[in-house]
T-cell receptor, first 110, second 113 residues
Framework: EDKVVQSPLSLVVHEGDTVTLNCSYE??????LLWYKQEKKAPTFLFML????IEKKSGRLSSILDKKELFSILNITATQTGDSAVYLC??????????FGTGTRLKVLA | SAVISQKPSRDICQRGTSLTIQCQVD?????MFWYRQQPGQSLTLIAT?????????ESGFVIDKFPISRPNLTFSTLTVSNMSPEDSSIYLC??????????FGSGTRLTVV
C-alpha cells in the first residue's frame, strides 16, 4: 500500500529558530514530491522535487529529495510567526494521482 | 497558475440535509478534482470530474452521497448529501498546474450538527 509519512506531527518553536520537517514515502510508482503550506483551508504550493540531491530554495525555505532513502526534508530558517501553518507533503504516483501525508503542524511563537 | 473561486467558505448544516459547493476556475481545464480533509487527517481524493462525462469516484466514495456536476470547462459542483456529523470536513476543489502540482480552491469548512 502506498503511503506518505510526515514527522514530527507537530512542532512549537520560537521566532528565529530553524526547523526541519521530514517526509518519507513508500510508493509503487514515484513521479515527484511536492510540499504545500496550509494556513487555513487551502494548501499553497511551495516546491516540486523530482531529482535527488538538488536543493530547491525560496527565501528562507529550502527542500531536498533523497530518492535512494525515500525521503524529503523541508527546512525553514529564521522562522517567523507567519510561518505557522500545517506543512503537507504529497507524492505524485501517476497522472492525476497524488497521495498526501497528514502534515506537520508548525507553531512559531513570538 | 489558475485561480479558483470556491464557495461557500463555510457552513453549518443540520444532519440529513444537503450542501452544494461550487468552484469556478479562471481558465478552461480538462480535469477538476474534489478532496476532503477530515479533522486532523490528510487530504483524500473524493472524485475526478471531467467535463462531459460522469465523475470518477475513489474507493469509499459513491455518487449518491457525493454527486458532482461538471457542466463546462471552468465550473464544477460537489454536493454532500444526507449529511451526518462524520461529513464535517474541509472540502477542496483543485486543478492540476503543471510544475506547481495542484492549485486549490479556498476551501469549504463544513460542520454538520
Amino acid at each position: 500500500e502506498d503511503k506518505v509519512v510526515q514527522s514530527p506531527l507537530s512542532l512549537v518553536v520560537h521566532e528565529g529558530d530553524t526547523v526541519t520537517l521530514n517526509c518519507s514515502y513508500e510508493v509503487t510508482n514515484f513521479r515527484s514530491l511536492l510540499w504545500y503550506k496550509q494556513e487555513k483551508k487551502a494548501p499553497t504550493f511551495l516546491f516540486m522535487l523530482t531529482s535527488s540531491g538538488i536543493e530547491k530554495k525560496s527565501g528562507r525555505l529550502s527542500s531536498i529529495l533523497d530518492k535512494k532513502e525515500l525521503f524529503s526534508i523541508l527546512n525553514i530558517t529564521a522562522t517567523q510567526t507567519g510561518d505557522s501553518a500545517v506543512y503537507l507533503c504529497a507524492v505524485e504516483l501517476g497522472t492525476y494521482k497524488y497521495i498526501f501525508g497528514t502534515g506537520t503542524r508548525l507553531k512559531v511563537l513570538a | 497558475s489558475a485561480v479558483i473561486s470556491q464557495k461557500p467558505s463555510r457552513d453549518i448544516c443540520q444532519r440529513g440535509t444537503s450542501l452544494t459547493i461550487q468552484c469556478q476556475v479562471d481558465s478552461q481545464v480538462t480535469m477538476m478534482f474534489w478532496y476532503r480533509q477530515q479533522p486532523g487527517q490528510s487530504l483524500t481524493l473524493i472524485a475526478t470530474a471531467n467535463q462531459g462525462s460522469e465523475a470518477t469516484y475513489e474507493s469509499g466514495f459513491v455518487i449518491d452521497k457525493f454527486p458532482i456536476s461538471r457542466p463546462n470547462l471552468t465550473f464544477s459542483t460537489l454536493t454532500v448529501s444526507n449529511m451526518s456529523p462524520e461529513d464535517s470536513s474541509i472540502y477542496l476543489c483543485s486543478v492540476e498546474s503543471g510544475d506547481y502540482g495542484y492549485t486549490f480552491g479556498s476551501g469549504t469548512r463544513l460542520t454538520v450538527v
